[in-house]
């Protein structure tokens, strides 16, 4: 694709270029069920990361709670690639992470809504 931007657009804009460096991080937001233990989700996402041969180990992939929503608790897999790399690994890498979950047992949520009727 073939994009033309006026240099005023140019000089007056941040440009980021993600080919200067050796490394390049990627962070992959997925969801668990509050059921499945934080422990379980960590070391499953962890062992996926670990196995993908385009992940590299230095610095070694993380796995973090980042937040408790109101279905689901948010993990974010943080590993780092060769900038060539990033598509290599990032839908691959989001792809293995749906099975692991699956092999685990861990339940990825959705939003919804639980009804509990209690009759007095």
């Known amino acids: 694709k073939l994009i033309y931007v006026p ?10 270029n993600y080919s200067t460096e050796p490394t390049r991080r990627l962070d992959i937001a997925v969801s668990a069920s509050y ?4 422990a379980t989700v960590r070391k499953a996402l962890l062992e996926v990361a670990d196995d993908h ?20 608790i948010e993990y974010t897999v943080r590993v780092w690639c060769k900038p060539e790399q990033y598509g290599n690994v990032l839908f691959p890498l989001t792809e293995q992470l749906r099975t692991c979950f699956a092999q685990s047992g861990v339940e990825m949520t959705y939003d919804h809504l639980n009804v509990h009727i209690v009759e007095k």
């Open 7 to 16: 240099n005023s657009a140019i000089s007056s804009s941040k440009i980021v």
């Open 35 to 38: 059921d499945a233990p934080t």
């Open 53 to 72: 041969e385009l992940v590299l180990h230095d610095p070694a992939p993380v796995v973090l709670l980042t937040n408790y929503g109101a279905s689901s």
